[in-house]
């Protein structure tokens, strides 16, 4: 499974960013994708998830109201629109998807490929 970010860059407080991972090697439709970031010196943290049809989504409380992640099986790409950005979600972003796991999980743990980041910097 190859997972491929894009969409990262810089971008003013209360800006706006799509990101997009376009994923391969296996049936796309039928996985939970997911987007995680990373900040400087700090963990890897969950983001959003969705689930495999795209009905079920999940959000970070962080995000909620601000971030919508969305998929299109038909190009096998899952996005991840930012809007108000502020200077807190300065991190590398990461696209995911589990081996097998069929539910939306926040668990960076559940998640077993990993696509390789693209930088979102925010200026305030």
């Known amino acids: 499974v190859q997972l491929q970010a894009s969409g990262g860059g810089l971008v003013q407080a209360g800006g706006s960013l799509r990101l997009s991972c376009a994923a391969s090697?296996?049936?796309?439709?039928?996985?939970?994708m997911g987007w995680f970031r990373q900040a400087p010196g700090k963990e890897r943290e969950f983001v959003a998830g969705?689930?495999?049809?795209?009905?079920?989504?999940s959000y970070a409380e962080s995000v909620k109201g601000r971030f919508t992640i969305s998929r299109d099986n038909a190009k096998n790409t899952v996005y991840l629109q930012m809007n108000n950005l502020k200077s807190e979600d300065t991190a590398v972003y990461y696209c995911?998807?589990?081996?097998?796991?069929?539910?939306?999980?926040?668990?960076?743990?559940?998640?077993?490929?990993w696509g390789q980041g693209t930088l979102v910097t925010v200026s305030s």
């Open positions: 090697g296996r049936t796309f439709s039928s996985y939970v």
């Open positions: 995911a998807t589990p081996r097998s796991i069929y539910a939306v999980a926040s668990n960076r743990r559940s998640y077993d490929y």
């Open positions: 969705i689930s495999a049809t795209g009905i079920s989504t």
